[in-house]
C-alpha cells in the first residue's frame, strides 16, 4: 500500500514559479515509478510527467517540455516537480501517481494517486 500527499501548490502569476511535492509512505517507494497529472475545470485528467525508481529518462508531456522538471528523492519518499515559466494555462488541480509499471503511470492507470494540489496562474 501507497499513500501520497501533494504540497506546495498556490496562487503564482503569469512567468513565476512553483515546485510540488509529493510525499510516499510505504517501505518500497524505491521501487515505484511516479507521475504527475493535472486536471482544469471542466478538462479531462492529463498527464503532465513520470519517472522512472531510478530516476532516468523521465518523460514530458510537450506542454511540459522545457519549462517542467520532475525529479526524485529515494531518500525522503518524495517526488518533486519543478514548473517554471507558468502560463494561466497551466491553471489546474495537480495530481501525483505512483505504479510499480512506468507504462502504467504515463497511461493514466495507476494503482495509487494522491489527493491533488490547487495551481493557480493568473495572468
Known amino acids: 500500500q501507497v499513500q501520497l500527499v501533494e504540497s506546495g501548490g498556490g496562487l503564482v502569476q503569469a512567468g513565476g514559479s512553483l515546485r510540488l511535492s509529493c510525499a510516499a509512505s510505504?517501505?518500497?517507494?524505491?521501487?515505484?515509478?511516479l507521475g504527475w497529472f493535472r486536471q482544469a475545470p471542466g478538462k479531462e485528467r492529463e498527464f503532465v510527467a513520470a519517472?522512472?525508481?531510478?530516476?532516468?529518462?523521465?518523460l514530458y508531456a510537450d506542454s511540459a517540455k522545457g519549462r517542467f522538471t520532475i525529479s526524485r528523492n529515494n531518500a525522503k519518499n518524495t517526488v518533486y516537480l519543478q514548473m517554471n515559466s507558468l502560463k494561466p494555462e497551466d491553471t489546474a488541480v495537480y495530481y501525483c501517481?505512483?505504479?510499480?509499471?512506468?507504462?502504467?503511470?504515463?497511461?493514466?492507470?495507476?494503482?495509487?494517486w494522491g489527493q491533488g494540489t490547487q495551481v493557480t496562474v493568473s495572468s
Open positions: 519517472i522512472k525508481w531510478g530516476g532516468l529518462s523521465p
Open positions: 501517481a505512483a505504479d510499480l509499471d512506468f507504462g502504467v503511470v504515463v497511461g493514466a492507470q495507476s494503482a495509487y
Open positions: 510505504g517501505r518500497t517507494f524505491n521501487s515505484y515509478s
